[in-house]
């Protein structure tokens, strides 16, 4: 079965300072992965999907950036931090079904700026 | 372009009370629909699923028909506990699409 790991959990930055968060993904070959976020009081965002190594597609302009380096893992990281930043980062991967395809997640990074 | 509109929450109920959690949504196409729950401190679980017109998707006593007449997707649930205290957000796919259009989330407050 397909399973997701990302990390760290959780994480306190501070603004202006860099930051990498990282997902692998098991139990799969050639998958779609996501990031998306979870701000506080609000609902979840694409921030970036990839189809394949090195293949990356931005939905929102911002101040993060993601990279494939291997077909299985997929990092989401930043430069500068800003306060905006903090929220809850979820890695994604698409399961394609008989019945169609289906987003699993992982379990989640807390990211707080400070 | 697609959308999906949940209910505001948060809904506070009593523990074994009737539960509705509206969603309704707007695609271009015809859509597979999906409602996942994210209990406190955890991420995304899908909880069901729906991916043709009057399918109806269940998991733990929740359910949801696909109702392409009235586009909505309304999570149900006939006797809620403590533990479904959490955030239901409804979310969509389209065919080629590579990703989910996500409802804000509704949070559920259960009370003993």
């Known amino acids: 079965s397909q399973t997701i790991h990302q990390w760290p959990a959780t994480l306190v930055q501070p603004v202006g300072s860099p930051l990498s968060l990282e997902c692998t993904v098991e139990?799969?070959?050639?998958?779609?992965l996501y990031w998306y976020r979870q701000a506080a009081g609000r609902g979840l965002q694409l921030l970036f999907y990839s189809v394949g190594i090195g293949q990356i597609s931005s939905e929102v302009p911002q101040n993060l950036s993601a990279s494939r380096p291997q077909d299985r893992q997929f990092i989401l990281s930043s430069k500068k931090l800003l306060l905006s930043d903090s929220g809850f980062y979820l890695c994604a991967l698409l399961g394609r079904g008989v019945r169609g395809n289906t987003i699993y997640f992982g379990e989640g990074s807390w990211l707080t700026v400070v | 372009g697609d959308s999906v509109t949940q209910m505001e929450g948060p809904v506070t109920l009593s523990e074994e009370a009737f539960l509705t959690i509206n969603c309704t949504y707007t695609a271009t196409g015809y859509p597979s629909l999906f409602w996942y729950v994210q209990y406190p401190g955890e991420g995304l679980q899908l909880l069901l699923k729906?991916?043709?017109?009057?399918d109806k998707g269940s998991n733990k006593g929740f359910e949801a028909t696909y109702r392409k007449e009235t586009t909505s997707f309304h999570l149900e649930k006939g006797s809620v506990q403590v533990s479904d205290s959490a955030v239901y957000f409804c979310?969509?796919?389209?065919?080629?699409?590579?990703?989910?259009?996500f409802g804000s989330g509704t949070r559920l407050q259960v009370q003993p």
């Open positions: 139990g799969t070959s050639n998958p779609n």
């Open positions: 729906a991916t043709k017109a009057d």
């Open positions: 979310a969509l796919t389209e065919l080629g699409r590579r990703a989910l259009t």
